[in-house]
C-alpha cells in the first residue's frame, strides 16, 4: 500500500460531514483502487488522525472493539442510529449516508 493510496483515502474521509458516514466500500469506490478491505487497513494503520467513526462497515456497524467510541461520536454529531435485535447500535445507513465523496480522477488514481 502507498502512501499516495492512504493520503486519498484519509482525504475522503475528511470530506464525510459530521452526522454522515460512508462504508468501507463506498470510499474504495471513490478512491478508484483497492476494495473495501484494503481502506479497512488504511483506516487501522493510519485513520486515527481523521474521524474513523464516520466510516462504516456496509450493514452501518463499526468493528466490534471501535462500537462503544464510535457510538458516543455518532450521538455527538447526532448521526442518526438504530439499534439492532441483537441491542447494537448501527448507523441508519438510509439517513446518513454521505453522499459527497468526489471520484478522484482516473490520471490521478492511486494504483
Known amino acids: 500500500m502507498d502512501d499516495a493510496y492512504v493520503e486519498a483515502v484519509l482525504h475522503r474521509v475528511e ?3 459530521a452526522g454522515r458516514v460512508t462504508t468501507y466500500g463506498e470510499l474504495a469506490d471513490a478512491v478508484g483502487a483497492g476494495g473495501p478491505r484494503l481502506v479497512g ?5 493510519h485513520g486515527a ?3 474513523w467513526w464516520r466510516v462504516v462497515r456496509a450493514d452501518g456497524s463499526a468493528p466490534g472493539f471501535l462500537v ?3 457510538a458516543r461520536h455518532w ?3 447526532g448521526t442518526p442510529l438504530v439499534e439492532r435485535p441483537d441491542g447494537r447500535v448501527c448507523v441508519d445507513l438510509r439517513r446518513a449516508a454521505a453522499d459527497h465523496l468526489q471520484p478522484v480522477p482516473r490520471g490521478q488514481r492511486p494504483r
Do not use: I
Not at 487497513?41 to 494503520?45: D, G, I, K, L, T
Open 41 to 45: 487497513r488504511v483506516m487501522s494503520q
Open 75 to 77: 450521538r455527538a454529531e
Open 49 to 51: 488522525g481523521v474521524p
Open 68 to 70: 462503544d467510541s464510535a
Open 15 to 17: 470530506q464525510v460531514p
